[in-house]
């Protein structure tokens, strides 16, 4: 068991997801867990449906907690860290889950001698699957890192990344539940178009899209050999195969990627 408070600036998608993998993973009661959410609702939502606690006032939540994490838009995160900065505790950890945000532009708000960590999560955290990174400022002690890293797999997978990779993480773990989300919906509707019903569509694509990514991960062949177990000679896979060339899925797949780094590049800059 965790024996830290933990509190979220923000109750959104992102937020809820790594909530709920916190919750299930039964390693911190949620009753040191706290949101606050500038819409009331979402935290008596929240509040509802794993147990924790809304705080009144992200001051009141500041005051609370032991480990803050960050889990509102980029664009409104060095605002909200700034008005709450004179409540944390001083010995208190901020963590940033903020796409573009640095660690310097968290510290001029927070202060140079705030400890902070910046982490890029994603949305599978919500079902104990969630991929994370972890990037500590100087003042963060090793066994304070690997508390942080320990609270993220305790939903998931997670490792300790230089800051400037954080862009390659946005595009191939933080963003991109979304590309697999379009693969899997695009499968399942060429599925309905052959007759399947639309419900067991999705479950045969996901549950394939799932196993596939399972065979990458434990049997350690590289997944060019896992695609040539599949095209059986003069087969039907092969002819599959041909058309996803032809129509550049892997140019599409690394462009689209390019343009999500840019994007956090950018986002860093401003
Ligand atoms: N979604 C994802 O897959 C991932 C997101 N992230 C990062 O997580 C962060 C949150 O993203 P996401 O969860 O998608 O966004 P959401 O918009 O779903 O959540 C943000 C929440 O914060 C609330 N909020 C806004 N301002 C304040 C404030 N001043 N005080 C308290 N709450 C406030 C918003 O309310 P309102 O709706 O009224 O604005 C909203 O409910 C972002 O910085 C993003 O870069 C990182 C990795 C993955
Ligand atoms: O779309 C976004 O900006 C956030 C960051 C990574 C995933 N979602």
């Given at each position: 068991m965790l024996a830290k408070k933990i509190g979220f600036i923000g109750g959104g998608n992102m937020a809820k997801a790594i909530i709920g993998g916190l919750v299930n993973s039964?390693?911190?009661?949620?009753?040191?867990i706290f949101v606050y959410d500038r819409k009331a609702d979402t935290n008596q939502a929240l509040a509802e449906q794993y147990g924790i606690n809304a705080a009144e006032s992200a001051d009141a939540l500041a005051r609370e907690v032991d480990i803050l994490f960050g889990a509102v838009k980029p664009n409104v995160i060095l605002k909200v860290l700034k008005e709450l900065a004179g409540s944390l505790k001083k010995e208190a950890l901020v963590v940033s889950i903020a796409a573009g945000v640095t660690l310097d532009s968290l510290s001029s708000v927070l202060g140079y001698d705030r400890k902070i960590v910046r982490a890029m999560p994603n949305t599978p955290s919500l079902v104990s699957e969630g991929m994370t990174s972890v990037t500590p400022n100087a003042l963060v002690e090793s066994a304070e890192t690997d508390e942080v890293v320990a609270i993220f797999e305790s939903f998931g997978k997670a490792a300790v990344v230089d800051e400037y990779l954080i862009h390659s993480v946005v595009g191939v773990s933080g963003s991109a539940p979304a590309y697999v989300f379009m693969f899997i919906e695009a499968m399942a509707d060429a599925a309905v178009a052959g007759g399947m019903p639309r419900a067991q569509a999705y479950q045969f694509a996901a549950q394939t899209v799932k196993g596939a990514a399972q065979m990458v991960l434990t049997t350690g062949k590289h997944p060019a050999e896992l695609k040539d177990m599949v095209c059986?000679?003069?087969?039907?896979t092969i002819e599959a195969v041909k058309v996803l060339e032809e129509k550049g899925m892997r140019s599409a797949v690394i462009e689209a990627m390019q343009q999500c780094m840019a994007k956090s590049e950018k986002l860093s800059r401003s």
């Open positions: 039964g390693k911190i009661a949620p009753s040191d059986s000679p003069g087969g039907t």
